[in-house]
T-cell receptor, first 113, second 113 residues
C-alpha cells in the first residue's frame, strides 16, 4: 500500500550542510504530519508535528506541509554528526483513523565531520 | 523525561509457540498502540487501544494477535502461534491525544525460528 512515499537514501552530507528530507502522500484525509528520528535498534522519537498546511520551526529544524501538492519536508540547518539517524515521516487522519499513523520508509542520513 | 518501557528487548521463540510482549506506557497517557517493523520495511500499525478496548486494528492484526491491559500500568501483545513472518521489531507507543505526539518504546526484537 503506497500511502506514504519517502526516498530511503542513503543521504550523506558534510557537517554544517542544510539537509532536505521529503515525503509525498496520496490520502487527502491526512491532517497531522510528523517527523520522527530513529537510531539503530531504537524506537522512533518524535521531532516535530504540524497540523494541516504551513511551516513550523524548532531550533535547527523546520517542517513544511503543502497539502495542495501532498508533499511534506523537513529541513535541518547546520547539520551535526549527532543528526546521523534514519528520519521517518508519518501522517494521520481524522475520524476512525485518527489514531493510526502511516509511516514512510525512512531516509538514512549520515553527517560526516 | 517519561518513557515507554518494553520487555524483553529480544525474544527468540520457536514457530508455533505463543509469545507475550510487554509494555509499560507513560502513566498519564490514555491511548496505546502496537506497531511492528520488519527489517528494511516501513513501521506498520497493528492496533490501537483506548478506554479498555480496541479502537482500531489493521489487516495484519488477525485472530493470532490479542492485546490486553491487565492492570493500570501494563499493556501486552500476545501472538498465539508464531510464524516465521512474525519476526520483526515490535514497538509499543502511547499518547495523550490520539493521532499525533506518540511516545514509542525501544522495541522488542522478536525472532521466530
Amino acid at each position: 500500500q503506497k500511502e506514504v512515499e519517502q526516498d530511503p537514501g542513503p543521504l550523506s552530507v558534510p557537517e554544517g550542510a542544510i539537509v532536505s528530507l521529503n515525503c509525498t502522500y496520496s490520502n487527502s484525509a491526512f491532517q497531522y504530519f510528523m517527523w520522527y528520528r530513529q537510531y539503530s535498534r531504537k524506537g522512533p522519537e518524535l521531532l516535530m508535528y504540524t497540523y494541516s498546511s504551513g511551516n513550523k520551526e524548532d531550533g535547527r529544524f523546520t517542517a513544511q506541509v503543502d497539502k495542495s501538492s501532498k508533499y511534506i519536508s523537513l529541513f535541518i540547518r547546520d547539520s551535526q554528526p549527532s543528526d546521523s539517524a534514519t528520519y521517518l515521516c508519518a501522517m494521520s487522519g481524522r475520524g476512525s483513523t485518527l489514531g493510526r499513523l502511516y509511516f514512510g520508509r525512512g531516509t538514512q542520513l549520515t553527517v560526516w565531520p | 523525561e517519561p518513557e515507554v518501557t518494553q520487555t524483553p528487548s529480544h525474544q527468540v521463540t520457536q514457530m508455533g509457540q505463543e509469545v507475550i510482549l510487554r509494555c509499560v506506557p507513560i502513566s498519564n497517557h490514555l491511548y496505546f498502540y502496537w506497531y511492528r517493523q520488519i527489517l528494511g520495511q516501513k513501521v506498520e500499525f497493528l492496533v490501537s487501544f483506548y478506554n479498555n478496548e480496541i479502537s482500531e486494528k489493521s489487516e495484519i492484526f488477525d485472530d493470532q494477535f490479542s492485546v490486553e491491559r491487565p492492570d493500570g500500568s501494563n499493556f501486552t501483545l500476545k501472538i498465539r502461534s508464531t510464524k516465521l513472518e512474525d519476526s520483526a521489531m515490535y514497538f509499543c507507543a502511547s499518547s495523550t491525544t490520539g493521532g499525533y505526539g506518540y511516545t514509542f518504546g525501544s522495541g522488542t526484537r522478536l525472532t521466530v525460528v
